[in-house]
């Protein structure tokens, strides 16, 4: 149903790019969102999008630093990341939450792709 790509090593300062392709079914009614886990921390919310793109929101500790965007053309949802920290550093997930699910909250979000590993060191 999801699909992440485009993690990497990268280096403090750094852009990044995450890709997560998305089912017909899920793009065209769910929410979309980003959340990640570092290692021995919880998984954290990151960034969500609705269906139509018209609501976005950031955690404040990558709000002016990552942009979250989707193509519903293309099955695609995106995070832009720029100016990466080492403490970005973690697995990154794609979810995706039904129509009344509160989009900051991992247990409300239904279906999930399988993670991409991002690095931020020097």
């Known amino acids: 149903q999801l699909q992440a790509s485009g993690g990497g090593l990268v280096q403090p300062g750094d852009s990044l790019k995450l890709s997560c392709a998305a089912s017909v079914r899920i793009l065209s009614r769910y929410g979309l969102g980003w959340f990640r886990q570092a290692p021995g921390k919880e998984r954290e919310f990151v960034a969500t999008?609705?269906?139509?793109?018209?609501?976005?929101k950031y955690a404040l500790s990558v709000k002016g630093r990552f942009t979250i965007s989707r193509d519903n053309a293309r099955y695609m949802v995106y995070l832009q990341m720029n100016s990466m920290r080492p403490e970005d550093t973690a697995v990154y997930y794609c979810a995706a939450v039904p129509p009344g699910g509160v989009e900051t909250k991992s247990e409300t979000y239904e279906y999930w792709g399988q993670g991409t590993l991002v690095t931020v060191s020097s």
């Open positions: 999008i609705s269906p139509s793109g018209a609501v976005i």
